[in-house]
């Protein structure tokens, strides 16, 4: 059975960094073809993709968080890490990590974290 | 603004067949396999088709989808009470290096 759950700061402050980190289990970070996606959603808004983390340890992010955005992860503990810099009230939402096998497709989410940019 | 259009709503009374269109591009919907998700508000979002047509286990065969050229819907029959959601459409984006989605559709069941 495949999971994943997202955890992290709920408020954070303009400027500040956020680290969220997605602990799954069920399958292993480094399987062929398994990718490990973020994904935002601001209140009320659409889905947006912030980047990925790859089974062979590549990663890939969107281009316009490009320079704020890092992901990273730990496959001794199953877990993913995303960092964003300089964070903004624009960055406030629900925040996704997702598996996305070979066949494309989010197949497995976690439940998501909201995040709050706020002084 | 979404990469990918769908209408903002759409409705339908129990028992009918409804569909959900998406719109792209030749570098996204017209040069990949296009994936739908429900979102029930509050929660995460669900995979219900991906690679244009295929449904996870556990996707019931009620729902079915398909893609032509640079466009995609979904197909929602015999409608129930539980099918009211937000749709989104999404597709690889061969610009962006990453997934598209659309803008989301919210069902109505009346």
């Known amino acids: 059975q495949i999971t994943l759950k997202e955890s992290g700061p709920t408020l954070v402050k303009p400027t500040q960094t956020l680290t969220l980190t997605c602990t799954v289990s069920g399958f292993s970070l480094t399987s062929s073809g398994v990718s490990v996606g973020w994904i935002r959603q601001p209140p009320g808004k659409a889905l947006e993709w912030l980047g990925f983390?790859?089974?062979?340890?590549?990663?890939r992010y969107r281009p316009s968080l490009k320079g704020r955005l890092t992901i990273i992860r730990d496959t001794s503990k199953n877990q993913v890490f995303l960092t964003m810099k300089n964070m903004d009230p624009t960055d406030t939402g629900t925040y996704y990590c997702?598996?996305?096998?070979?066949?494309?497709?989010?197949?497995?989410w976690g439940q998501g974290t909201l995040v709050t940019v706020s002084s | 603004q979404s990469v990918l259009t769908q209408p903002p709503s759409a409705s339908g009374t129990p028992g009918q067949r409804v569909t959900i269109s998406c719109s792209g591009s030749s570098s996204d919907i017209g040069s990949n396999t296009v994936n739908w998700y429900q979102q029930v508000p509050g929660t995460a979002p669900k995979l219900l088709i991906y690679?244009?047509?295929q449904r996870p286990s556990g996707v019931p065969d009620r729902l079915s989808a398909s893609k032509s050229g640079t466009s995609a819907s979904l197909a929602i029959s015999g409608l129930q009470s539980d099918d009211e959601a937000d749709y989104y459409c999404s597709a690889w984006d061969d610009r962006l290096n990453g997934p598209v989605f659309g803008g989301g559709t919210k069902l109505t069941v009346l």
């Open positions: 983390s790859f089974w062979d340890g590549d990663q």
């Open positions: 690679a244009n047509d």
């Open positions: 997702a598996h996305r096998p070979d066949s494309g497709g989010f197949h497995f």
